[in-house]
C-alpha cells in the first residue's frame, strides 16, 4: 500500500475512527505499513485472549511486536509491560500472527 502525508490512497488516514458491516467502531488507526492498517481498539472493547487471537487469525504462533522499533517476542501470559529493546510502553505493542 502506498502512503502519502498519513494518508493511504485506499482512504483510511491515521486517527480516523474505523467500522465493521454493522456500523460497530472497530477502533482509530493509529498506524499503516505495506501489510494494511492497524487499529487501536476503544477502551470498553473486550480483551482478547491469546487463544481467541490464534482462532481470529487461524495460526498458531502468535507472537507480540513493538511498533516503535518493530522488536518481537513470544507471548508468555500477557504483554510486556514495555517493550524490552526500546523501552516503549505496553500500549506501542500489538499482537502479530508469525508463520
Known sequence: ????????YAGVEIGETVYDEDGRALGTVRGVDDDGFYVLAPEDAPETSLTEARELTGRDYIMWRCWECGEM???????PANCPECDAPREEL???AED
Open 1 to 8: 500500500m502506498s502512503h502519502d502525508s498519513g494518508k493511504l
Open 73 to 79: 517476542g513470544k507471548i508468555e501470559g500477557a504483554l
Open 94 to 96: 500489538y499482537y502479530w
